[in-house]
């Protein structure tokens, strides 16, 4: 093993070098988050001397569960408290200004790893000439439990959020060293990722960050409200026999007990994860660590000096169904409720439409187009609408892709359009996508679409202005 040496501000960080590039991989950017620092905002690290970052650190605990042979592959990760570190991945650690990605992960805010996933970060950020960050954070009640009302101050909220922004204080004030910009940071995230990225534009000071931000299938407007947040956390206080406000048997409990008392207090249903007042964990709006809705925060303007992208897959929601997480509707009344959990005053008149619009759809196809529109279509356009209309520029995507699994079964699901952005669909990394020339040729196209992004700004479509200019892939 080649290793390199490579000084920032008081640390050397010592990371591996290979014909492909060099990597740095498990470098802490925060104290580790436990004992009494369980439930608090992450504290940066102020690394001294040697940084030993030829092994990956842990990803954020989590539930592990099975998942079928047509995901993408990911050979394993290890998982402990101890999560708030990152790799970073470049052509060369030599002073250079390259664009630098930082890659969210996605997972629910409930999973997640930078770790043992399907990408070959080496080859992207060669084939790019750009730095490549990936870091952890907290995931699921560690990093997203709204704890503050029922537990007094001493819990703040969206903790998992906060990693990201001194991950990306770290980027910004040591990227340099590894041949990154630190003036040129693009945002790159996925569903609870893409949403995470979305809540950035509702902060305070953090502007000056990042320049641009990809989402797929996230936006800046799935926000949680205090009411609901708290009502889940008193909840799970309930279910782990914990008083209000006794801080010493939250830092004590178990992160197995954690973990299994999450899974207790959430929907799996789509539909009521992501309605209003939907039990689900995620960003809160708690006017301190997030001061305004996002969108608000767009609105006025702050960010129209950032660029972005928004993009969803065409059907969406599919995935739920496809995973046996949700049960198609067996009569009209379970797609009525449904639509009645987003429009409870006008339900009918909105299916009645869908109807009319789908005459041929079958009961389980209308709510899945509901909810891949409702969840995911409609509120990425309107975050596009919204920063184009501040004078911001913004551009949309719809990705329809279908693999050939069972003639077509999954249609275009949630998350099949990430392996594309990367530009990583070999057959035994996405197996999805093995044997169709098509997806390679795709897979180059959207790739370079994100690398054109992270230096210039732009990509190869028109910029958004209504659903009309959205690009779609096929």
């Not at 790159?188 to 990722?193: A, F, H, N, T």
């Not at 956390?233 to 008083?243: K, M, N, P, Q």
């Not at 000096?305 to 059907?315: A, E, I, N, P």
Request: proline letters at 6%.
């Amino acid at each position: 093993m080649k290793t390199v040496d490579v000084s920032s501000r008081e640390a050397v960080y010592r990371g591996i070098v290979s014909e492909l590039g060099t990597s740095f991989v498990g470098i802490p950017y925060g104290e580790p988050p436990v004992g009494a620092l369980r439930f608090q905002p992450p504290k940066a690290v102020m690394a001294r001397g040697l940084v030993n970052a030829t092994r990956p650190g842990n990803a954020p605990p989590q539930i592990r569960r099975p998942v079928p042979a047509w995901t993408p592959r990911n050979t394993g990760f290890s998982t402990g408290e101890d999560c708030l570190n990152l790799n970073v991945f470049t052509p060369a650690a030599d002073g250079g200004r390259r664009p630098v990605i930082v890659h969210v992960f996605g997972g629910g805010f409930q999973t997640g790893s930078v770790n043992g996933g399907y990408q070959d970060e080496l080859d992207f950020v060669r084939r790019g000439e750009i730095v490549y960050v990936r870091p952890n954070f907290r995931t699921g009640a560690l990093g997203f439990l709204h704890l503050g009302e029922v537990m007094g101050d001493g819990a703040p909220a969206n903790r998992g959020m906060l990693d990201l922004v001194v991950a990306l204080e770290w980027v910004k004030e040591n990227i340099g060293a590894f041949g990154g910009d630190p003036d040129n940071v693009t945002l790159v995230g996925l569903s609870s990722g893409g949403f995470t990225i979305g809540a950035l534009f509702g902060m305070d000071g953090i502007a000056h960050l990042f320049r641009r931000a990809w989402m797929m299938s996230g936006s800046a407007s799935r926000i949680i409200d205090p009411g609901t947040a708290s009502s889940m956390a008193g909840d799970f206080l309930d279910r782990v026999g914990i008083r209000r406000g006794d801080h010493d048997a939250l830092q004590a409990l178990p992160v197995e007990r954690i973990l299994a008392a999450q899974e207790e207090i959430i929907a799996t249903d789509l539909g009521e994860r992501n309605s209003p007042g939907g039990r689900t964990l995620g960003i809160v709006l708690d006017g301190g660590s997030l001061k305004r809705h996002p969108l608000d925060g767009l609105a006025t303007g702050t960010f129209r000096d950032k660029q972005m992208v928004v993009g969803w897959t065409r059907d969406e929601a599919r995935m739920w169904y496809a995973f046996g997480i949700m049960q198609a509707p067996k009569d009209r009344a379970r797609v009525l409720s449904t639509v009645a959990r987003f429009f409870p005053d006008r339900a009918e008149a909105v299916l009645s439409e869908l109807e009319k619009a789908h005459p041929t759809a079958d009961l389980a196809e209308l709510e899945e187009r509901f909810l891949s529109a409702t969840i995911y279509r409609d509120p990425a356009q309107k975050t596009a609408e919204i920063h184009a209309r501040a004078g911001g520029k913004a551009f949309a995507y719809e990705f329809a892709w279908v693999p050939d699994f069972e003639g077509g079964r999954l249609g275009s699901s949630h998350a099949f359009d990430e392996p594309f952005v990367f530009g990583n669909v070999e057959a035994e990394r996405v197996p999805l996508a093995a044997g169709r020339p098509d997806a390679v040729q795709l897979a180059n196209e959207m790739s370079a679409a994100l690398l054109t992004f992270s230096r210039e700004g732009d990509v190869p479509w028109r910029r958004f202005e209504g659903a009309e200019t959205v690009k779609l892939f096929f």
